[in-house]
Every structure is written in structure tokens, then in C-alpha cells.
């Protein structure tokens, strides 16, 4: 029995390789053919407006440099929409320039990157603490259409995708982003589809969301040319990121849809929208972040603030100790830790802890009155780590009155 199973086995072996052998060249025919992944992509053409140029705003250009503000930087980016020197490129540059003019006379330091010029090394560098970002370009989809993953820039033979910008980006705090790209603000101009209100939100959340993740207190999107322009006016007037949205003429308050931004408590998705072509409606002007605060709240210089800024304490002879609270803050977001020193020719009233602290953190000081009649008095100085700090230095006199009587007046209460 043993010699007749040998070759039995021999032969299911031999007949088996050769099942292998002609399986595998198939397996690999079969791979060669799975589809590849959709390679990133954009419209054959950037949002369009309707032939008729945006209005002309009779207000001059505010160069408003009373705005209590740091030096602040801006870098502009403009990708080839039909090559380096077509006409949508040209009138890409020109209306960034419009943008550029009105930063430079706010006293904005501006760095321009338009194509040809579009090297991402080059843009990374300059990003770096940059409080606004601006991008004029064709939108990126990154898998098929109708309902796409979309964002990104589209630069001079380099798709830069959000993943990308959220990785090499380190853009100041509170930065303000805008952009002119099809899906930025919702619609396309390759929308096959009518785009509903959830594919408007989708979209500019994708598009939005690595300079949300960032830390940007602001991104506008618009297709018309002199939108930044007028945002950057509007912000440097004064008015909040919000206003600043609702005063540009493309706002519409009737056709506008409000929600709130996922996953970022105090952020708005504001989205307007305009019925110009097939398929209505187009989603061309877009709002995300925090629309109460203005550029002044936003980058007014890092300091220390100490509050309140004097304490006097008015006390008869032997009275019960009082308390008192000192806080120390930062107007930044960057953390810093502080010393106190407590000064005067006698001090055997007064007691302040603690001498040392982080930003946040509150001195508790306890007065307590003496025997004597008289005035006694004492400094308190408070000293931050970080002397680049604006009011890094303060000096807070505390003030102790020993009076025979205190006299307390009340004051009538009229009751219904």
C-alpha cells in the first residue's frame, strides 16, 4: 500500500506547483489592473463672478495705524490658474495686490509668493509667526467628484494638501486666513450637481480646518477680486472678524445660513450663497471663526497685567484682619512665571503671599490694622521672567488708614 501512495503523493505535489505557477502570473495581472488612487485634481477653471466688476466702495483707504498692535506680517500666495503670465493668473496677482496695498499701509510687513515664485520651502520659512495668509488659486479635489475630499494650494507644479499645511505651517496665533479656490467657499466651477447646504458645510469645513487646527481666529472666502481687500480694510477700521464678513457688499442677511463650527466651541460656519448659474445655488462667500473679536484683541502686544493697580485699606485701631486679592495675568497665550518684593519702613502689618507665581495665579495679601492712628504705607513689586513683555515691571502701593472712626452711610432703598 505504501508504494502505491508515493506516487500519488508525488503526483498532487507536481500538480499543485503547476496550479501555482499559472495562478501567479494571473494574481499579479489582476493587481496591475486594480485601479490606482485618484490623483489630486482641480476644476478646469477658478470661480467665476458675473460679468459685472463688484462695486466701487466710495471709502478711502484707511491706513489705520492707531490700532495699539505689534509688527505684524503677511504672506500671499497666488498659484498659476492658466499658466505663470495667462490672463487669470494676471488677475489673480492684481487683485492679491489690492490686498497687499492696503496691509503694506496698515503697516503690515507683506511677503508675495506668485507664481512662478511658489517654492514651499521658501513659503514655509516666511509663514512662520505670519498673522495673515492669503491664497488666490484653482481648489484641489482630491477624490472624484460630485462629493469630494477637498484642500490644499495649488502651486507652481506642487499640490500642497491639508495634511501638508497643518504638518509645515506655523502661522502666528489667532491668524487670519483668505482664500479665493472653487470649493473654499462651498461651490465649484465643476459642480455637476446642485450643491446642497450639508455638501456646502462639508466642504468648507475640509477646506477650513488645518488653519482652524492651526490656531486661526479667522478665514474669509470669496470669489470676488477685491474681497480681501475690503476685509483687511474693515478689520484695521476697527470693526470684528463678524462685521467685517457683513460689511462687505456679497453679504447677503437674507440668504446667509449660520451654524456653528464641529469640534471648536465658539467658532461660526457662516455660509452665503447666489443663484448666478446651472446648477443654483453657488456657495461663494464663506466665513469661519470667532466673530466677536477684533485685530486688537486678537494680536495686541503679550504683557503682564496686575489688578487692581493700587490698594488702600481704611480701618479703625485693633480691627478685625482684612483680605485682599492681587492678580497677576498675561495678555498672551504664552505662560510666564513672576517674583514680588515687598518694600516699606515697617511692615509688621502687612503679610503677601506668595513672592512667586505663574501667570494666573493671585497674591492674597492680609492687612492688619495697628493700635496706632496714622497712614502706613508699603510697595509691592511684581517682576516677570519674560522682560520682553510689555508692563514686565509694576510697582503697586498698598496703603493702610488707622483712623479713630469709620463712618458708614446707607443709602435709602425705595421698595414696590
Not at 257 to 274: C, F, I, Q, T
Not at 286 to 296: E, H, I, N
Not at 317 to 323: D, F, H, I
Not at 387 to 407: F, G, K, S, Y
Request: aromatic residues 10%; glycine residues 6%.
Amino acid at each position: 500500500m505504501l508504494t502505491r501512495r508515493f506516487p500519488l503523493l508525488r503526483l498532487a505535489l507536481i500538480l499543485s506547483l503547476l496550479l501555482a505557477v499559472r495562478l501567479e502570473p494571473a494574481s499579479a495581472a489582476m493587481t496591475a489592473n486594480a485601479p490606482a488612487p485618484p490623483a489630486p485634481r482641480t476644476p478646469p477653471y477658478p470661480p467665476i463672478t458675473p460679468p459685472q466688476p463688484a462695486p466701487e466702495l466710495a471709502e478711502a483707504s484707511a491706513g489705520s495705524l492707531s490700532l495699539q498692535l505689534p509688527p505684524l506680517k503677511a504672506v500671499l500666495l497666488v498659484g498659476p490658474i492658466d499658466g505663470d503670465t495667462g490672463s487669470g493668473t494676471m488677475a489673480a496677482k492684481q487683485d492679491m495686490d489690492l490686498a497687499a496695498s492696503e496691509l503694506a499701509a496698515n503697516g503690515v510687513t507683506v511677503y508675495k509668493f506668485y507664481t512662478p515664485n511658489n517654492d514651499w520651502a521658501q513659503i514655509r520659512a516666511a509663514a512662520s509667526g505670519a498673522h495673515f495668509l492669503f491664497y488666490r488659486g484653482h481648489g484641489i479635489y482630491w477624490s472624484p467628484m460630485p462629493y469630494p475630499e477637498v484642500g490644499g494650494f495649488a502651486l507652481k507644479d506642487n499640490f500642497v494638501s491639508s495634511a501638508t499645511i497643518r504638518n509645515d505651517l506655523k502661522l502666528a496665533p489667532n491668524a487670519i486666513v483668505m482664500l479665493y479656490a472653487c470649493f473654499s467657499a462651498g461651490s465649484s466651477s465643476n459642480d455637476p450637481i446642485s450643491v446642497t447646504s450639508a455638501e456646502a458645510q462639508r466642504r468648507v469645513v475640509q477646506y477650513s480646518a488645518p488653519f482652524v487646527d492651526l490656531g486661526a481666529a479667522g478665514y474669509y472666502a470669496d470669489w470676488y477680486g477685491n474681497a480681501f481687500q475690503m476685509y483687511v480694510r474693515y478689520l484695521f477700521q476697527g470693526k470684528t472678524l463678524g462685521q467685517a464678513y457683513e460689511t462687505y457688499f456679497d453679504f447677503n442677511g437674507s440668504t446667509v445660513e449660520r451654524y456653528g463650527y464641529p469640534a471648536h466651541p465658539g467658532m461660526v460656519l457662516w455660509l452665503d450663497k447666489d443663484y448666478w448659474y446651472q446648477p443654483p445655488p453657488q456657495y461663494n462667500n464663506a466665513f469661519v471663526g470667532q466673530p466677536a473679536r477684533t485685530l486688537t484683541e486678537l494680536f495686541r502686544p503679550p504683557a503682564m497685567e496686575v489688578s487692581p493697580a493700587a490698594l488702600m485699606a481704611l480701618a479703625t485701631p485693633s480691627a478685625a484682619p482684612m483680605t485682599h486679592t492681587l492678580s497677576v495675568t498675561g495678555v498672551s497665550t504664552e505662560a510666564f512665571t513672576w517674583t514680588a518684593t515687598l518694600s516699606g519702613a515697617d511692615l509688621t502689618w502687612l503679610r503677601v503671599a506668595p513672592l512667586s507665581g505663574l501667570s494666573g495665579e493671585a497674591l492674597t495679601i492680609a492687612v492688619t490694622p495697628t493700635t496706632a492712628l496714622g497712614e502706613y504705607g508699603a510697595s509691592l513689586r511684581i517682576v516677570a521672567s519674560n522682560l520682553q513683555l510689555e508692563n514686565a515691571d509694576q510697582t503697586i502701593a498698598i496703603t493702610l488708614r488707622v483712623v479713630e472712626h469709620v463712618w458708614t452711610t446707607y443709602l435709602p432703598v425705595a421698595m414696590r
